[in-house]
């Protein structure tokens, strides 16, 4: 299986008035094409800070991170800017929509940022990434005219605006009720059933059950990294 993401040994140390703070501590992972892996852990695990590491935030004290090609440890923050436009989607708990732009401009932001596609096309793409999520009919509405689970869906289109090889989402159905959530969970499955690869960070036990694959952290470690057997 092609790795999509690969850490060796990677720790971060931050510096705090207190002296420095080991919140990773050489930790390692392989996630292959086409999975679906839920990070697990309670706060403070450094859960969050190792996906940072996945999506080039944040860099490395010791050892190698290489995610979707690229050796991320190697890149300067232009590089890494570039990269990350073109080769990561991001969805987050609180949906980060633009509040002055119209949806499907919204969606339109990362092909602008990254100029991958002609500009007379963005918008026929931004569209249509909008029917395949059911929201063509609220493109021209602002986020604040549409429900919280319309705008994690349009997150989610924003997300897959640059077709990237790599989904990351942060708690994405954390303040969703738990119908929407579920419908936003089964758009995950489907995006994971078209060949990408998803990582998700989720406090949601019964969510994590349904996914695949479950690293679990805490204390900086990954301390069990276990199948569920989930379709």
């Known amino acids: 299986m092609e790795q999509v993401i690969t850490l060796q040994a990677v720790s971060k140390t931050f510096d705090t008035p207190a002296g420095p703070l080991e919140i990773l501590k050489g930790v390692s992972l392989n996630v292959g094409r086409g999975e679906f892996v839920a990070i697990v852990g309670p706060s403070g695990s450094g859960k969050s800070t190792l996906i940072n ?12 991170i290489r995610v979707a090609g690229a050796e991320l440890h190697a890149l300067n923050e232009n590089e890494i800017a570039r990269w990350r436009g073109r080769n990561v989607g991001v969805i987050f708990q609180f949906f980060q929509l633009l509040p002055m732009l119209t949806i499907v401009e919204n969606v339109m932001l990362p092909m602008d940022f990254c100029h991958t596609y002609p500009a007379s096309e963005r918008h026929g793409r931004a569209m249509h990434l909008l029917e395949q999520i059911g929201m063509a009919d609220q493109a ?3 986020p604040s005219a549409v429900s919280g689970g319309q705008q994690q869906r349009a997150a989610i289109a ?3 605006a640059n077709d990237p090889a790599l989904l990351v989402a942060d708690e994405p159905t954390g303040n969703l009720d738990s119908k929407t959530a579920d419908a936003v969970f089964a758009m995950f499955g489907a995006l994971v059933q078209q060949g990408k690869t ?4 989720t406090h949601d036990r019964e969510l994590a059950t349904r996914i695949p694959r479950v690293v679990r952290v805490h204390d900086g470690l990954i301390v069990s990294d276990e199948s569920n057997g989930a379709a």
């Not at 590491?53 to 190698?64: L, S, W």
């Open 158 to 160: 924003r997300a897959m």
């Open 53 to 64: 590491m996945v999506t080039g935030i944040d860099r490395p004290t010791r050892g190698t």
């Open 140 to 142: 021209h509405k602002l």
């Open 198 to 201: 998803l990582v998700m960070v």
